[in-house]
């Protein structure tokens, strides 16, 4: 029962936060620099959840080749850059993943 009030009350402020902000936005024109810079809030919140657990995927810092989250990080951030296509980039990254775990295990 704990858990469903948790859930509930973590919606309800999911909910409180975030709607006032898209009924305002609905209701009134907001100038193109705000709309320009909106679209880049995505990648943002991607790379801000991301590069953390590349960088540190046990607590701490590791940037040798042995952290197999920064070979993948950089072999889907190549693969993106190049194809630009997400499917791609998502197998390619996963593929090289679990392979330099396994070659490194």
């Known amino acids: 029962?704990?858990?469903?009030?948790l859930i509930l009350g973590m919606m309800a402020v999911?909910?409180?936060?975030?709607?006032?902000?898209?009924?305002?936005?609905?209701?009134i024109d907001l100038p193109a620099p705000v709309f320009n810079a909106l679209k880049f809030v995505p990648v943002?919140?991607?790379?801000?959840?991301?590069v953390?657990?590349?960088?540190?995927?046990?607590?701490t810092l590791s940037l040798s080749y042995t952290?197999?989250?920064?070979v993948a990080g950089v072999v889907a951030v190549l693969a993106a850059w190049r194809t630009?296509?997400?499917?791609?980039?998502?197998?390619?990254?996963m593929l090289v993943f679990f392979a330099w775990r396994y070659v490194l295990a």
Not at 1 to 5: A, Y
Not at 20 to 26: C, F, S, Y
Not at 44 to 50: D, G
Not at 52 to 59: A, T
């Open 1 to 5: 029962m704990n858990e469903l009030i």
């Open 14 to 27: 999911t909910v409180a936060v975030r709607y006032p902000v898209l009924a305002l936005v609905g209701r």
């Open 44 to 50: 943002a919140v991607l790379t801000a959840i991301s």
């Open 52 to 59: 953390p657990e590349i960088l540190s995927p046990g607590g």
């Open 67 to 70: 952290n197999a989250h920064l």
């Open 84 to 93: 630009g296509n997400l499917l791609i980039t998502i197998v390619l990254g």
